[in-house]
């Protein structure tokens, strides 16, 4: 504490010495400005780098990407969860649409190649690399209700703040309301059917430092939330911190094999060529 | 005393019984404690199904969080249809197939382009019934999320799959909802021809609401 604040009411610029005294203070969880690290992959320039951050546990962020751009998410200590909304940036009406990406795809567990499509039949993310394995189309996130009946407490101001909340917060951001928080995917956190329908929630604790790489097809807002897994099994409120980067990156050639390696993926790649085609 | 079969067991006033026919959408306000039977007329016919709070309709039917409060992904007699924010906005009250999808959600124009291809572009779709229906009170497409098929069977194979199996409703065979709140009901009487889901042929439902 500076001496000046050691008595503010008599120093009208304590509190501007306070708080300009806390500027460059590092911690576990923050964005870095600019961007900067020391282990994008290699041939990505340190000039494309146009985020960095490390999301905190129970928080969340939200960005604007390019097309062509990669998304990388590091589950740093191997507790995160990250839930994802995505919209079209231009027209956020256009958003993720569970159903259809698991439907269009046959499948309903993610993983390398595996495309997010939008409600509008266009591919707005694909993931490109995935060394997880345990994501979740089903469960989506908590809400302020869950976290409540969990945790005793699920406001958005309190301590075990709740994924439908953040996801609001993460929205209005960028003007968007209640109306626009659609169903999400999870990744890091898994999510197994039994025959019978049960679902067998895969928490971990994982093995650090797990990632899953996404390219944005379109321009995309994402939202992401890194909370608790709404079917996690602990008692406590268990979630560790999600790294975030991306970097602007060369928008899918027409010989991708993402792109290529199913005939559903490659009309969702025709639909949203189609609608760059502008 | 009814003798129409499709009645059996409903108890009280009939406030509402029309045939829906095929292809087309319906919408209905439902009060907290009615009863919404939907009939399956001739047999596996997909009811694509939405849920909206009648006092705040940015309150709707949540697949996600229903499917997670309950710890399993079939919707059988007995489970809440929760909203986004947690609270039952119908309940299952009964039913005379064991179970229901929610994942699978409603064919579009646009993702009927992916799954069969573009000369499917053209034809009718879920997602226009919903909307069209919709539009007549304000709500338009940010309203549309994961729905439920009444009638429909999409298990998850043990790699992920979704299954393509034998519909499991047969003519004549009903789902009783019962409106835990004052409820919007937005359904699309499944248009889809490209898919066995309705035996490549819509056919009608019968809706009856009783109190």
Request: glycine share 8%; net charge negative.
């Amino acid at each position: 504490m500076t001496e000046a604040l050691a008595d503010p009411l008599s120093n009208p610029l304590a509190a501007r010495d306070h708080a300009r005294a806390q500027g460059g203070t590092v911690v576990e969880s923050m964005p870095v400005l600019p961007p900067v690290a020391d282990d994008l992959p290699a041939g990505v320039s340190p000039d494309d780098h146009v985020w960095e951050e490390t999301i905190a546990a129970g928080g969340y962020a939200t960005r604007r990407l390019t097309r062509g751009s990669r998304l990388r998410l590091i589950d740093v200590k191997g507790d995160a969860a990250a839930s994802i909304l995505i919209f079209n940036a231009d027209m956020p009406t256009e958003r993720l649409n569970v159903a259809d990406t698991v439907k269009v795809q046959w499948n309903a567990y993610l993983g390398e190649g595996k495309l997010l499509l939008s409600d509008m039949g266009r591919v707005m993310m694909s993931i490109v690399s995935d060394d997880a394995g345990t994501h979740d189309t089903f469960c989506g996130t908590s809400n302020p209700a869950t976290n409540l009946a969990k945790y005793g407490e699920g406001r958005n101001s309190g301590a075990f703040p709740s994924g439908r909340d953040r996801f609001l917060l993460g929205a209005a951001k960028h003007g968007l309301g209640r109306r626009d928080v659609h169903p999400c995917v999870t990744l890091f956190k898994g999510a197994r059917i039994e025959a019978d329908g049960t679902i067998t929630p895969e928490v971990g604790p994982f093995a650090p430092g797990r990632t899953v790489i996404l390219r944005a097809e379109m321009d995309v807002i994402v939202v992401i939330a890194n909370v608790p897994h709404v079917l996690d099994p602990r008692a406590d409120y268990t979630v560790t911190p999600l790294r975030a980067s991306a970097w602007r990156g060369p928008v899918t050639g027409e010989d991708d094999p993402v792109r290529l390696a199913t005939p559903e993926g490659l009309r969702a790649f025709e639909n949203v060529e189609d609608y760059f085609r502008r | 005393m009814s003798t129409d079969p499709h009645m059996s067991g409903l108890t009280g006033t009939v406030l509402h019984d029309v045939v829906v026919p095929a292809r087309a959408p319906w919408l209905h306000h439902v009060k907290a404690g009615q009863t919404l039977r939907i009939v399956d007329l001739e047999g596996n016919q997909a009811v694509d199904f939405l849920l909206y709070s009648a006092a705040d309709d940015a309150e709707r039917y949540s697949a996600q969080d229903t499917v997670a409060a309950q710890g399993n992904l079939f919707l059988r007699e007995g489970t809440k249809l929760l909203s986004n924010e947690g609270n039952a906005l119908m309940t299952i009250a009964a039913t005379s197939v064991d179970y229901h999808d929610t994942i699978g959600g409603a064919c579009s124009c646009e993702s009927n382009t992916l799954r069969y291809g573009h000369h499917t572009k053209s034809e009718h779709a879920c997602v226009e019934n919903f909307l069209e229906a919709n539009l007549l009170e304000g709500r338009g497409k940010r309203d549309i999320v994961s729905n439920i098929n009444f009638f429909m069977n999409v298990p998850v194979e043990p790699d992920g799959s979704l299954g393509i199996v034998d519909g499991i409703s047969a003519p004549g065979l009903t789902v009783d909802l019962r409106a835990e709140m004052d409820v919007i009901v937005v359904v699309s009487n499944c248009p889809q021809v490209n898919n066995p889901c309705n035996g490549f042929n819509p056919t009608p439902v019968r809706m009856i609401v009783t109190a």
